[in-house]
């Protein structure tokens, strides 16, 4: 079965994306953008979910740093974020 890390810090969020795909993938979680980064690289995940609103490092920060290392530049990474502002809409298209 697939792993699929799922990088957010808001629990309530790990919870319903977990119940919507635990049929299909293993999930592992983490609540923060360096526990994140830290986990993908010794669970080599098939997938990230990764929340761009973050304390401390936020999705883009994370994803630079998963993009640059080998071992994580090759998983696919998909943004989940609650924010409904333009700014963040164009900063998801430029990166």
């Known amino acids: ?22 049929t299909q993938a293993n ?16 669970n080599k995940p098939d997938l990230i979910l990764l929340d761009i609103s973050m ?15 080998p071992e994580t530049s090759d998983i696919p990474v998909i943004f989940i974020t609650g924010i409904p502002d333009s700014d963040t809409d164009k900063r998801v298209a430029t990166s």
């Open 1 to 22: 079965m697939q792993k699929i890390l799922i990088i957010d810090d808001a629990k309530e969020n790990i919870v319903v994306l977990s119940r919507l795909l635990k």
């Open 55 to 69: 304390p401390g490092l936020n999705g883009f920060e994370v994803l630079a740093q998963l993009k640059k290392a």
């Open 27 to 42: 999930i592992i979680f983490a609540l923060n953008g360096e526990e994140g980064i830290t986990s993908a690289q010794s």
